[in-house]
Nanobody, 122 residues
Framework: VQLQASGGGLVQPGGSLRLSCAAS????????IAWFRQAPGKEREAVSC???????SYADFVKGRFTISRDNAKNTVYLQMNSLKPEDTAVYYC?????????????????WGQGTQVTVSS
């Protein structure tokens, strides 16, 4: 079971990025997927998640700006990030759990990918 996060980079405030989380070794169809982030000197925080039935949840600080989606045919979950702010700067991680039907913000995610750096700066 492997998760590969990608799509990070340097972007100006107000810009957009799309992160991808590609799974290998298992099919994402029945899994819940979440994105977390960790900024330097801060604790890891949950950003967004999506259940196997495509119910979604977002942290208040990204509502209206970020959108999570899944493409089971490509075994990939995406995080579209718009209107980025400097405070969105962090390493972003994706995580997966086979309890896909559960309420996704409450799941203790079992599998984790490596992070991808997002830097929002002018």
């Amino acid at each position: 079971v492997q998760l590969q996060a990608s799509g990070g980079g340097l972007v100006q405030p107000g810009g957009s990025l799309r992160l991808s989380c590609a799974a290998s070794g298992f099919a994402l169809d029945y899994y819940a997927i979440a994105w977390f982030r960790q900024a330097p000197g801060k604790e890891r925080e949950a950003v967004s998640c999506i259940s196997s039935s495509e119910d979604t949840s977002y942290a208040d600080f990204v509502k209206g700006r970020f959108t999570i989606s899944r493409d089971n045919a490509k075994n990939t979950v995406y995080l579209q990030m718009n209107s980025l702010k400097p405070e969105d700067t962090a390493v972003y991680y994706c995580a997966a759990d086979p309890r896909g039907g559960s309420y996704c913000p409450y799941i203790p995610y079992e599998y984790w990918g490596q992070g991808t750096q997002v830097t929002v700066s002018s």
